[in-house]
T-cell receptor
């Protein structure tokens, strides 16, 4: 079975500063990797995903993530955050098993952007 | 707006009762997933349906059941409710294609069991 660890439960950061949200995964088979964002009182929105190919993935709202197979990591980064980026961020994995694409989520990281 | 709709938005009920949550997937998506988000368990996968058939099961209690109808909407039935069932229940849908599969989430149903 696969698992996801998000190393930081909360990350406070000042507006316009860079940020990195860390994610490590464990799986005995190849995986797809995702980052989702949840704004207060809303559902989850896909930020970006890694399926294969280039290990640097660009997503919406200026976010990017880098897949590192040797370190089994998929850290999310943004060079300059805005107040509106305040939300909960979830890293997720799914295995490459045709037809079964249930997501396994990490525990989430709450990003708090301060003015 | 993801295109996935869920009703009701909020549900308040008592212990021992039974409720039904409804989900309509995005147009053209054949696969529906149910997830539970609670403070102590986080986001957990419950069950997946594909074109009316159960495809995968996660941490779904025996008191819970689901089905997907011919028009592809899905219902999650929760019975003999307990206080610990209070949570946000999400439905997601996907096309289940091999290469570009993405799950799109609905806004969720917040269930409060008193």
């Amino acid at each position: 079975a696969q698992s996801v660890t998000q190393l930081d439960s909360q990350v406070p950061v000042f507006e316009e500063a860079p940020v990195e949200l860390r994610c490590n995964y464990s799986s005995s088979v190849s995986v797809y990797l995702f980052w989702y964002v949840q704004y207060p009182n809303q559902g989850l929105q896909l930020l970006l995903k890694y399926l294969s190919g280039s290990t640097l993935v660009k997503g919406i709202n200026g976010f990017e993530a880098e897949f590192n197979k040797s370190q089994t990591s998929f850290h999310l980064r943004k060079p300059s955050v805005h107040i509106s980026d305040t939300a909960e961020y979830f890293c997720a994995v799914t295995v490459l098993d045709t037809g079964r694409r249930a997501l396994t989520f990490g525990s989430g990281t709450r990003l708090q952007v301060q003015p | 707006d993801s295109g996935v709709t869920q009703t009701p938005k909020h549900l308040i009920t008592a212990t021992g009762q039974r409720v039904t949550l409804r989900c309509s997937p995005r147009s053209g998506d054949l696969s529906v997933y149910w997830y539970q988000q609670s403070l102590d368990q986080g986001l957990q996968f419950l069950i997946q349906y594909y074109n009316g058939e159960e495809r995968a099961k996660g941490n779904i209690l025996e008191r819970f059941s689901a089905q997907q109808f011919p028009d592809l909407h899905s219902e999650l039935n929760l019975s003999s409710l307990e206080l610990g069932d209070s949570a946000l229940y999400f439905c997601a849908s996907s096309a289940l294609s091999d290469r570009t599969d993405t799950q799109y989430f609905g806004p969720g149903t917040r269930l409060t069991v008193l």
